[in-house]
Nanobody, 120 residues
Framework: QVHLEESGGGLVQAGGSLRLSCTAS????????MTWYRQAPENERDLVAT???????NYADSVKGRFTISRDNAKNMLYLQMNSLAPEDTATYYC??????????????WGQGTQVTVSS
């Protein structure tokens, strides 16, 4: 079993910053791609940023220059530094990871999400 748990969400004023964290725990052989998604009420779940094990990153256009994704492979942790937050960033943020449970077998996992609310 693998468990992903997000933390760091909360209420912040527009222009402020938050740092989200995601911890992967359980029967982990290796964590490959890790991704942050977000979902606002009545919207689809959208990709925010993704980071490969080698550190290469991709961002949604809407967050480029404001958000920074990073990871700590030794601790199986994922981070999202969010700066210059705007009300349209309000959403539930989810951690997603491709996890190998052994050398030959892997699965995709989701966390339960953490709420980010940006007030104007």
């Amino acid at each position: 079993q693998v468990h992903l748990e997000e933390s760091g969400g909360g209420l912040v004023q527009a222009g402020g910053s938050l740092r989200l964290s995601c911890t992967a725990s359980g029967d982990i052989f290796k964590v490959n791609d890790m991704t942050w998604y977000r979902q606002a009420p009545e919207n689809e779940r959208d990709l925010v940023a993704t980071i490969a094990r080698d550190g290469s990153t991709n961002y949604a256009d809407s967050v480029k220059g404001r958000f920074t994704i990073s990871r700590d492979n030794a601790k199986n942790m994922l981070y999202l530094q969010m700066n210059s937050l705007a009300p349209e960033d309000t959403a539930t943020y989810y951690c997603n990871a491709d996890v190998q449970v052994n050398r030959n077998c892997g699965f995709n996992y989701w966390g339960q999400g953490t709420q980010v609310t940006v007030s104007s």
